[in-house]
């Protein structure tokens, strides 16, 4: 993964001065007494301000502002090795939809300069495997679960839904809106408001925890579409899914991936995602999570200042999987320097007066 390499090396050239240099320290045997508990907080040796970095999110407490984005991160087990994983905020597993998908046929995954197209076709172990096999290691966690829902029609999404509903352990569901409804033609729920009200009122009715819903940004106005998901329901909302892009070989004249296109993830589309935060951020009063490019603190920061109440982190797992833990703590030493708790950093941009204000 050369050119994801690359990238690190960039990230890490960028960083701001809010990041940590110290490395993780990782125990991933670390017993957990009181698990969904909230972690106390140390205090600071120079000044004693002991700054506060959990975030209320429809109800649900999280410790800290950062989550692991779904498709990245596997059903969470497979970093247990890695890195503690009790020091997240959350992990969003997989898409899961009622029954098992095989995924789409490799190649499903190119690099680019700048991120990843990826066309995985949401490959999961379907509803009923997960409560058997993947939950109960979830559930010994102290880190939130939330699971991510999709299907192909309405029906599917409430199904899955159903079934997921008989698990315990779950802190919410993110649905994932960006699939096509086979039943209309392949009109894709998250690019249609009234496809997006049908859907997430279905599903919203059929959910026993809370519902964040996960928009597309592959459409003209993406406020149209939050505001639609407000209406309908939606608990908070996490934003967004990936960009559609597609890469050639030019030797062969094929397509990078078996799918032709693919979703673009990554530093490439941070600007554009920020922007999509900032602008739903004033149109809905829901909460909302920020995802799209994060690897640093100083990224994630700018989601919250946005208007976010957390982030996601993604491509950045694949090639540093302690990204995650390293925005974390960059985030509580830029709190802890100035002064000031992550609720008060919300959507605390100072806009100038004038013209595009």
Same mark, same amino acid.
């Given at each position: 993964?050369?050119?994801?390499?690359? !990238?690190?090396?960039?990230?890490? =050239?960028?960083?701001?001065?809010?990041?940590?240099?110290?490395?993780?320290?990782?125990?991933? /045997?670390?017993?957990?007494?009181?698990?969904?508990?909230?972690?106390?907080?140390?205090?600071?040796?120079?000044?004693?301000?002991?700054?506060?970095?959990?975030?209320?999110?429809?109800?649900?407490?999280?410790?800290?502002?950062?989550?692991?984005?779904?498709?990245?991160?596997?059903?969470?087990?497979?970093?247990?090795?890695?890195?503690?994983?009790? @020091? @997240?905020? +959350?992990?969003?597993?997989?898409?899961?939809?009622?029954?098992?998908?095989?995924?789409?046929?490799?190649?499903?995954?190119?690099?680019?300069?700048?991120?990843?197209?990826?066309?995985?076709?949401? !490959?999961?172990?379907?509803?009923? /495997?997960?409560?058997?096999? /993947?939950?109960?290691?979830?559930?010994?966690?102290?880190?939130?679960? $939330?699971?991510?829902?999709?299907?192909?029609?309405?029906?599917?999404?409430?199904?899955?839904?159903?079934?997921?509903?008989?698990?315990?352990?779950?802190?919410?569901?993110?649905?994932?809106?960006?699939?096509?409804?086979?039943?209309? +033609?392949?009109?894709?729920?998250?690019?249609?408001?009234?496809?997006?009200?049908?859907?997430?009122?279905?599903?919203?009715?059929?959910?026993?925890?809370?519902?964040?819903?996960?928009?597309?940004?592959? $459409?003209?106005?993406?406020?149209?579409?939050?505001?639609?998901?407000?209406?309908?329901? *939606?608990?908070?909302?996490?934003?967004?899914?990936?960009?559609?892009?597609? *890469?050639?070989?030019?030797?062969?004249?094929?397509?990078?991936?078996?799918?032709?296109?693919?979703?673009?993830?990554?530093?490439?589309?941070?600007?554009?995602?920020?922007?999509?935060?900032?602008?739903? *951020?004033?149109?809905?009063?829901?909460?909302?999570?920020?995802? %799209?490019?994060?690897?640093?603190?100083?990224?994630?920061?700018?989601?919250?200042? *946005? %208007?976010?109440?957390?982030?996601?982190?993604?491509?950045? =797992?694949?090639?540093?999987?302690?990204?995650?833990?390293?925005?974390?703590?960059?985030?509580?030493?830029?709190?802890?320097?100035?002064?000031?708790?992550?609720?008060?950093?919300?959507?605390?941009?100072?806009?100038?007066? %004038?013209? +595009?204000?």
């Amino acid at each position: 993964m050369a050119k994801v390499k690359s !990238q690190k090396s960039k990230a890490e =050239n960028r960083k701001s001065k809010v990041e940590t240099q110290s490395p993780i320290r990782v125990n991933p /045997k670390s017993k957990i007494t009181n698990p969904k508990s909230p972690k106390s907080s140390v205090k600071s040796a120079d000044s004693g301000f002991v700054p506060r970095v959990d975030t209320l999110i429809a109800g649900v407490h999280f410790d800290n502002p950062v989550l692991t984005a779904s498709g990245t991160f596997g059903y969470g087990r497979e970093f247990a090795h890695l890195i503690d994983l009790n @020091l @997240l905020g +959350g992990i969003v597993v997989k898409g899961i939809s009622a029954e098992p998908m095989p995924g789409n046929r490799p190649p499903r995954i190119y690099e680019t300069e700048s991120g990843m197209l990826n066309a995985i076709g949401l !490959q999961n172990v379907g509803a009923r /495997k997960f409560l058997d096999e /993947k939950l109960p290691f979830l559930r010994t966690l102290s880190t939130r679960c $939330v699971v991510n829902v999709f299907g192909y029609s309405t029906e599917d999404y409430v199904r899955a839904i159903e079934i997921l509903n008989a698990g315990e352990g779950i802190d919410a569901y993110e649905l994932n809106i960006s699939c096509p409804n086979t039943r209309c +033609g392949g009109m894709v729920y998250g690019n249609d408001p009234k496809l997006t009200e049908e859907v997430v009122a279905a599903a919203k009715r059929a959910a026993r925890f809370p519902l964040f819903v996960k928009l597309s940004p592959n $459409v003209t106005d993406i406020t149209v579409l939050a505001r639609a998901a407000e209406a309908a329901g *939606a608990d908070a909302l996490t934003m967004v899914n990936t960009f559609v892009g597609m *890469a050639i070989d030019i030797e062969t004249r094929t397509p990078r991936v078996s799918n032709v296109t693919a979703g673009l993830s990554g530093p490439a589309i941070k600007p554009v995602a920020l922007r999509m935060v900032y602008q739903v *951020a004033r149109a809905v009063k829901i909460p909302i999570v920020g995802i %799209g490019g994060i690897a640093t603190a100083e990224d994630a920061l700018e989601y919250i200042i *946005a %208007g976010a109440r957390a982030v996601q982190v993604g491509t950045a =797992n694949f090639y540093a999987p302690e990204t995650s833990l390293r925005v974390v703590e960059g985030i509580r030493e830029f709190c802890r320097r100035k002064l000031t708790h992550l609720s008060d950093l919300v959507g605390s941009l100072r806009v100038p007066n %004038g013209p +595009g204000s």
